[in-house]
Each structure stands twice: as structure tokens, then as C-alpha cells.
């Protein structure tokens, strides 16, 4: 199993542009989440998705889009990119049934937006 | 809502010491608490979790952590660290009425061993 995998690794936008990270776990994974890490904050819950077609907002979801069209994949939009979204972004998935609560994490994805 | 503290933003120590990292946490409802370890450049892993049952928990790489439901307290230790234990430790808390996923972490503990 490749576990969880995000792409880019890195990227670099300016001020204005969207894009997409990508995220895709192939453990069969109900739960999938989206956090961001900022020195000194630890990670924040950006959005999270208990299933296919079901998506929630976390603690600081403003200028970012989800959807989860599949188990497997789990995208996260940026629509205008601003510098404050400049940080580590990683992507979290969890199964449910296990009763085990424990989070797998990516490898993440640095992003700076000039 | 629930938050998590970490006390102690950065821990330096010598190896084959012990040490600590201490985390609060505050909660109204019951919750399930994790500690996860961050090496550079890296994801984050699970160390250990404590769901239920024994207070002292015992994880990967030789850490344990007690829950004190008192104190509100999960502090991490380990009686003797070598210089790979150095890294970003993270304290977590997800709370039962939402399933665990929802989970709140606290903003790091660096842990640097030095020779």
C-alpha cells in the first residue's frame, strides 16, 4: 500500500492564481481531512469529508474548496491564491470502522504564494 | 471546544536522558487523546493513543504517556533518548460526540537531542 499521497510537493503561486493539491489514499479510507501547519500553531483543520459526496468544513476553510467524488481522492481548491495561505499543507485519513481514531498523513505540501 | 496546550515549545536534552513533554488539554465531553511525532520534511506518525482503559500507554520507540483525567493532563516521557528521537512531537485530542474526527492539535513540541 502506498498509504496517502499528495502532489505537488512543492509549488509556488502568485497572488491571484487557483489551484489544486491533490491528495489519494488507497487504504479504503471513509474519513479524509485537510489540515494546514503554521509555525507555532500546530495543524488546523481546513475541511474534512466522512464519505464520498460528504463534505464539512474544519477551522479555517475560507478561500478553499473540496469535493469528494470518490473514496480514494480527496482534492483541495485553492481559488485566489492570497500569501496568507503560504504554508504546509497536508492531507489525513482515517477509517472509521476500526474504532482506532488514529490519522494516517501524507508526506504534505509546501506552498508559497508570492 | 475543546483546545490542547502544549507547555513547552522547544526541549533540548541530552541523550540518554529522560524527558518530558507536557500537554493540557480542556474538554466538556469525554475524548480520545494521541500524541503523533513529525521528523523533518516529513508527515506526521502516530506515537501512541489513549482510547480507554490503563492510564499509561505505551507506544512505538520506547515513549509511554499517562492520561490523567484530573488534571487534564497526557504528558509524554521517555527515560532514555537517543539523538534519532529529535523532532516536532505533537499532542491531539478528538472528542467522542463526534465520532474522533475532529481532531484538535496542539501547536508542537520540538524535541532536540544533542550528543
Known amino acids: 500500500n502506498a498509504g496517502v499521497t499528495q502532489t505537488p510537493k512543492f509549488q509556488v503561486l502568485k497572488t491571484g492564481q487557483s489551484m489544486t493539491l491533490q491528495c489519494a489514499q488507497d487504504?479504503?479510507?471513509?474519513?479524509m481531512s485537510w489540515y494546514r501547519q503554521d509555525p507555532g500553531m500546530g495543524l488546523r483543520l481546513i475541511h474534512y469529508s466522512v464519505g464520498a459526496g460528504i463534505t464539512d468544513q474544519g477551522e479555517v476553510p475560507n478561500g478553499y474548496n473540496v469535493s469528494r467524488s470518490t473514496t480514494e481522492d480527496f482534492p483541495l481548491r485553492l481559488l485566489s491564491a492570497a500569501p496568507s495561505q503560504t504554508s504546509v499543507y497536508f492531507c489525513?485519513?482515517?477509517?472509521?470502522?476500526?474504532?482506532?481514531?488514529?490519522?494516517?498523513f501524507g508526506p504534505g505540501t509546501r506552498l508559497t504564494v508570492t | 471546544a475543546q483546545s490542547v496546550t502544549q507547555l513547552d515549545s522547544q526541549v533540548p536534552v541530552f541523550e540518554e536522558a529522560p524527558v518530558e513533554l507536557r500537554c493540557n488539554y480542556s474538554s466538556s465531553v469525554s475524548v480520545y487523546l494521541f500524541w503523533y511525532v513529525q521528523y523533518p520534511n516529513q508527515g506526521l506518525q502516530l506515537l501512541l493513543k489513549y482510547l480507554s482503559g490503563s492510564t499509561l500507554v505505551k507506544g512505538i520507540n520506547g515513549f509511554e504517556a499517562e492520561f490523567n483525567k484530573s488534571q487534564t493532563s497526557f504528558h509524554l516521557r521517555k527515560p532514555s533518548v537517543h539523538i534519532s528521537d529529535t523532532a516536532e512531537y505533537f499532542c491531539a485530542v478528538s472528542d467522542h460526540d463526534t465520532g474522533g474526527f475532529k481532531t484538535i492539535f496542539g501547536a508542537g513540541t520540538r524535541l532536540f537531542v544533542k550528543a
Open positions: 487504504m479504503n479510507h471513509e474519513y
Open positions: 489525513a485519513s482515517r477509517d472509521p470502522g476500526q474504532g482506532a481514531y488514529e490519522q494516517y
